[in-house]
T-cell receptor, first 113, second 109 residues
């Protein structure tokens, strides 16, 4: 059974650029969530999509956005990158019902220089 | 706002030395409490879900328990391969997971 696939695994971008990260959930999972992980802040919730609709959003600026496609694949976009956006970005998928666990991908390591 | 506090921050154990990790939480309407294991450079790996006070779950050397205010992850006779960061998360009325900062466990042979 294939797990959650995130691409690319590593990315280096310059301040001011934008970036798009991709996530393919486990087959049959309808919910995709995105998290940012940094040494100082730990795992912080960005947003969640369920059946192409954003169902929940964390406390991040509008530069962070996402979307979900009809096949449940999801992308997240960060515009006007700042040095502080350097982090491990994790995607997690779930059936989408409350109480169900989330399966995480290996993440995309974004470095902003 | 949901709050999750894990203690201790770091734990160094000798192989075979059992210990417990604590996760205390404040949440309105707990839907589930989750334990994950995370190795460096990798995404969190799901371990357990606990739904109600009094519930216990076991997997190999790990056992998770839940009360109304906290959860414990007991590691029995740990081995070096149990070295990792253990994360606790709660899910409340919305769908998002709120994570604690984690406990980094190092097991020496």
């Amino acid at each position: 059974k294939a797990g959650v696939t995130q691409t690319p695994r590593y990315l280096i971008k310059t301040r001011g650029q934008q970036v798009t990260l991709s996530c393919s959930p486990i087959s049959g999972h309808r919910s995709v969530s995105w998290y940012q992980q940094t040494p100082g802040q730990g795992l912080q919730f960005l947003f969640e999509y369920f059946s192409e609709t954003q169902r929940n959003k964390g406390n991040f600026p509008g530069r962070f956005s996402g979307r979900q496609f009809s096949n449940s694949r999801s992308e997240m976009n960060v515009s006007t990158l700042e040095l502080g956006d350097s982090a491990l970005y994790l995607c997690a998928s779930s059936f989408g019902d409350r109480g169900y666990g989330y399966t995480f991908g290996s993440g995309t390591r974004l470095t902003v220089v | 706002e949901d709050q999750v506090t894990q203690s201790p921050e770091a734990l160094r154990l000798q192989e075979g030395e059992s210990s417990s990790l604590n996760c205390s939480y404040t949440v309105s309407g707990l839907r589930g409490l989750f334990w994950y294991r995370q190795d460096p450079g990798k995404g969190p790996e799901f371990l357990f879900t606990l739904y109600s006070a009094g519930e216990e779950k076991e997997k190999e050397r790990l056992k998770a328990t839940l009360t109304k205010k906290e959860s414990f992850l007991h590691i029995t006779a740990p081995k070096p391969e149990d070295s990792a960061t253990y994360l606790c998360a709660v899910q409340a009325g919305d769908y998002k997971l709120s994570f604690g900062a984690g406990t980094t466990v190092t097991v020496r042979a």
